[in-house]
């Protein structure tokens, strides 16, 4: 007797299988007989059932505020980082948790189920670090929330800032992040990065941390980072996000720093629908990319994740909770164009951004916990070609959000029969 069984999906490898789920894990991944006993069936066959989409780096505090109390006009990330600030100022608690709340909504409805997002702890009130503890909590059956004590104005610039970060995290927020590129000196951001790091150290606690998000060719901050995550022994538990700077590098010098950041074993997480509109800003042509050396990282054998950075907020106008637009947008900057890449970009906005945030029990195998997604799509590069509707999203053994398969039909004058209007690919589903 299963809780629930998902007939007949296809698995992100290629298999075909049935997945049995019974007390909110994952008892049968295997054909099962027709006649098996199960509370609900629900029929994915020919579909593509994959463990739950993860967004490595988000800014929830930020989030839906497009507009309020205007907009970025030079599209720049310091001008978004000055409209962030008088936000701030206006925002209430509530204001910041529901907005974080409907965030929410839409990710669970995306099968977007474990989420890291920064919180600005550039606030005496820590306003935006209570909302989102408790929008943690009350999420909690539904979204793995990961939440990083994330100093926006720079923890050495902004003169309470190390101590509120101090205090977000005594509070329990989860991760110790940082944003050396905007101290006030390469020194200072050198600095933050040695004295966040030891606090890491000291607490147990992973670190991600905004690097090098500039197009100035001389932030070398990753540098500090692999040597620190290394002196401190804490390797693994590091990332580096965005990293835009190193498109602009010099290429000897990457070619010494690609291997110190395998050693330190730091995860990348890039944000390319973020990157590509905010970085070449200041350029006239050519207009730089400004993604990180997503393929040449990988190469070296270090972890890449896509992230999404922003929704609706002071950098980002657009967005939809959707990882499968960031994979489509990261392939396209990154050129991972090749089936064999396509399939590792959907990779990295499931499986290897699981791994970077350290998700315990995540994955399509008997025992792991039963959170999963059947799109409308043959396999993954088909769902990041189509990007399609979420048939059905599990989350934690509940069946939480479900939609009809599109019927839409087209009618072509002087052809007898209508034919659906899908674009999936001759032969599937
Ligand atoms: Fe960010």
Redesign the pocket.
């Known amino acids: 007797m299963f809780d629930i069984v998902v007939r007949g999906g296809i698995l992100p490898d290629g298999r075909q299988a049935d997945i049995g789920i019974r007390a909110g894990r994952i008892a049968a991944v295997e054909p099962l007989p027709a006649e098996v006993a199960a509370g609900e069936v629900i029929d994915a066959t020919g579909d593509l059932v994959s463990p739950p989409f993860v967004d490595p780096?988000?800014?929830m505090d930020a989030t839906l505020s497009f507009g309020i109390p205007r907009i970025n006009a030079s599209g720049t990330l310091l001008e978004g980082i000055a409209l962030w600030g008088e936000l701030k100022k206006v925002m209430s608690f509530e204001d910041v948790r529901d907005r974080a709340l409907a965030y929410c909504d839409w990710a669970a409805s995306m099968g977007l189920l474990a989420i890291r997002s920064?919180v600005d702890t550039c606030d005496d009130r820590l306003l935006g670090v209570r909302a989102l503890l408790e929008v943690r909590d009350r999420v909690k059956d539904y979204i793995d929330l990961q939440l990083v004590a994330?100093p926006q104005d720079g923890v050495f610039r902004d003169p309470t800032a190390w101590d509120n970060t101090m205090r977000a995290l005594d509070l329990g927020v989860d991760l110790v992040g940082g944003i050396p590129h905007f101290e006030r000196t390469m020194k200072e951001g050198a600095r933050s990065v040695r004295a966040l790091c030891e606090v890491a150290a000291e607490r147990g606690l992973m670190v991600d941390m905004?690097c090098d998000?500039t197009d100035d060719p001389m932030s070398r901050h990753i540098e500090t980072l692999a040597f620190e995550t290394q002196r401190l022994g804490l390797e693994g538990r590091v990332a580096g996000?965005?990293l835009t700077s190193m498109h602009s590098m010099d290429n000897y010098y990457v070619s010494k720093l690609l291997p110190l950041i395998a050693e330190a074993q730091i995860a990348a997480i890039p944000?390319p629908l973020?990157n590509i509109v905010i970085q070449g800003r200041h350029d006239t042509y050519p207009r730089r990319r400004g993604l990180t050396r997503v393929k040449e990282m990988q190469a070296h054998g270090i972890r890449v994740g896509w992230?999404q950075?922003?929704v609706r907020d002071p950098?980002y106008s657009l967005g939809t909770a959707d990882m499968l637009d960031v994979a489509f947008m990261g392939l396209h900057v990154a050129q991972m164009t090749h089936p064999d890449e396509m399939r590792r970009c959907f990779d990295m906005v499931t499986t290897q951004n699981a791994a970077i945030m350290g998700l315990e029990g995540y994955g399509l195998e008997v025992g792991c916990a039963a959170s999963l997604v059947v799109l409308d799509a043959g396999d993954p590069v088909e769902a990041i070609r189509l990007r399609p509707d979420r048939l059905a999203v599990i989350s934690k053994g509940r069946i939480i959000s479900r939609k009809a398969r599109n019927d839409a039909r087209l009618s072509i004058p002087g052809r007898p029969e209508t034919v659906r209007r899908r674009h999936r690919a001759p032969g599937d589903g």
Do not use: P, Q
Request: proline letters at 0%; charged letters at 15%; glycine letters at 6%.
């Open positions: 780096h988000f800014h920064h994330f905004h998000e996000s965005h944000n973020i992230g950075d922003c950098w």
